[in-house]
């Protein structure tokens, strides 16, 4: 196969400046000796963090593995775990949706944030008999969770919903209860548009919530509100739709209520490229004011040391991330996650060539690869 091909070409060849190798075997983990090689059956990764991109994480690893040997053993234990393995380096990249603080950054010093899909953060509900599809704007949003809209049938839903016959119940919120990348969109989206969350409550991976049950991860999430007859919690789509339960409609800038979908998740991102300075990609994108766009939508981040010890390791974690972003799309649309752009996508290869290996700080990329060319290549021979 291509992919095995490509992968042990780089693994046994040579990858950095100079034509000078970094290599390290695996019994030897942590030698920087050029000479050393390994094979890619012998290589495992590991990773922690959010679970908002859990979905198509797992089926590119699995694909990847199942083409190169290389295992990529990722835990998704939410934004905050990862963040904070990083920080305590047990992990070899971490993955969050939240952009990192610069309190982050200190402790953390030059990690890379590189985006690598988007998604949508959706209003899932639990109202048996409904017919048609709840609509919400936000400020209606923001009043339920913050327990001040309590019944389904209150007048404010109504009136976003004309000739929509409400169940006399109790609204149930859901959220989530551990640090979640997730949540930061979420709360994000309702402290762009409400006043009174963002007095109130206010953005993070964790929040003090004023009402509701809490549940870990976007699976406990999309478990209580299973479970709950009135309920309503926030999930990345792909949970919602792989649990077939419904999602809201939700009002944008422009005031068109859209339901979550790639094209709308996509025309919320549209001229993020031109927004990206000095490789910084940490852009929220809620609240979009454009036709079409998906107001709680949000790109997802792997972190990246700036430098690693085992050069081996980094160019087997460098060369997954390039085969992601460039060869995996198929795979984002068929789990209805939005594709960053091109653009997008070879930008963020770019901005990986800062990173080095060994105790020689050796450039893990050819600073010389063409990586517009290659993509150039893949896209006529597909």
Known sequence: MRLRAVALTLLAGLFSLGGAGCWSSESDA????PTATAQPGQITLT??????PFPIYARWFSVYNQQTGVRINYQSIGSGGGIRQMIEGTVEFGATDAPLTEEDLARIPGTLSIPTVLGAVVLTYNLPGLEGTVRLDGETIAGIFLGEIRRWRDPRIQALNPGVEFPDRDIIPVHRSDGSGTTYVFTDYLGVISPAW?????TGNAVRWPTGLGARGNEGVTGQVRQAPGGIGY??????????????HV?????????PSIGAT???????LERVVNDDFRLSIVNADAEG??????????????HMRDCTRAVALLEVIRWALLEGESHVLDLNYAPLTPGLRLRAMEALKVVTCGAENRPVIDPARDFQAEWEAGEAAS
């Open 30 to 33: 942590g030698s920087d000796d």
């Open 47 to 52: 990773g922690a963090g959010a679970t908002f």
């Open 198 to 202: 963002r007095t109130r409550v206010g």
């Open 235 to 248: 999930v990345e789509q792909v949970f919602a739709r792989q649990n077939n339960l419904p999602m809201a």
């Open 251 to 259: 009002r944008n800038a422009q005031g068109e209520f859209i339901a």
């Open 266 to 272: 996509t025309a919320a991102a549209g001229g993020l």
């Open 293 to 306: 766009a998906y107001p709680i939508s949000s790109w997802t981040y792997l972190l990246i040391s700036p």
